[in-house]
């Protein structure tokens, strides 16, 4: 350990840790994920929050931006938790309830080809204050990661900002008037889980597609309705229980036979579809009726998203004004132990073991629970 002097305006002013420590960086030539030894503390930004990593969450995005976006040298990882080391200046004013030597979880722009030291996998992290949850005491490590950040900034841009949804876990629809059902295909993964929480809470009959073995876990997160996508009649099945008047569907999924699914089951009038990745316009069958879009919860940062093709966006700081009001709603859900993170399973520790947990999961071997990966003592 030694110190290190961080910028003006940090509390403390400097912290002890080692000159260089370990985490997970896409390699050369094609980004394959590996162990480093020799990465330094990124610079933090006023608004930033120097984090002791304790364990973090493995997501979908930890293969996918290696294998479609490599970009040798960035460190790998969007979720984290942690313990509170050193506060920017800005943090003092944006969460005075943040204080050192807190627990706190939320997310970075992992596999960023703009900022490669900005990925969550490593000892250390220095992330954003604003796109962060405290936690409260007595709350479970393995929960807490699971809990993350990357599910509440993805779904607070997909629900609210591309499907248009008015009403708000914190301003719900109001009981004595007829409220609309939101389908969420993938209700089973981790960010549909959370989808249900919010849409259930903000006053909306939610239903959901998943795996019949995990039919359970979806109704204990708040789902009206559960179908089976394996099913041939999925599609008409859903839109004879919505009797027709479904208009609000999120596609996690997002491959061919979710859209297939989820246009099947759209009611006559049309509405809005969103996926969480590219959708192929050739799948939709009412362009005129149907809105379609996908959102890319890296925008939550307000940074630009340097990735190729359909997948790039300018830096959008209306994205991270609104993500950031919207944890700040989330904080006092979690305080009143009101959204319920997803199921975990916890690795063993060490780095190698979340090497394989991000393969597992490329490989599809993982369902109905997130990997917690955790981070070797320092």
Known sequence: MAPHTLPPGFSPSSIDIPASFSGIVQSAPDGKPIISTDLVLSFPLPGDIVVRNMMVAINPCDWKMNLRFPSPGARVGCDFYGEVLAIGP????????????????????GSNPTDHGSGSFCDFVCAPVDLMTRLPMGFEDGAA??????????????????????????????????????????????TGTMALQLLRLSGYKPITTCSLHNFDLVKSRGAEAVFDYHSATCAADIKAYTRSSLGHVLDIITDTSSQAICHGAMGRLGGRYTALEAPSDVLNPRKRTVRMDFVIGLCALGTEVALQGEYYRQADKEARRHVGQFFDEMQVFVD????????????????????KGIEDLRQRKISGEKLVGCIPSH
């Open 90 to 109: 800005q943090v003092k004013v944006r969460r005075p309830d943040i204080q050192i030597g807190d627990m706190v979880c939320g997310a970075v722009y």
């Open 145 to 190: 990661a699971a809990l993350g950040g990357t599910s509440f900034a993805t779904l607070r841009l997909a629900l609210w900002d591309s499907l248009g949804l008015s009403a708000t876990p914190s301003h719900p629809m109001d009981p004595t008037k007829p409220a609309p059902h939101v389908l969420v295909y993938g209700g089973s993964t981790a």
């Open 336 to 355: 009143e132990g009101k959204l319920i993170p997803h199921p975990h399973r916890l690795l063993q520790e060490g780095y190698q073991n979340i090497l």
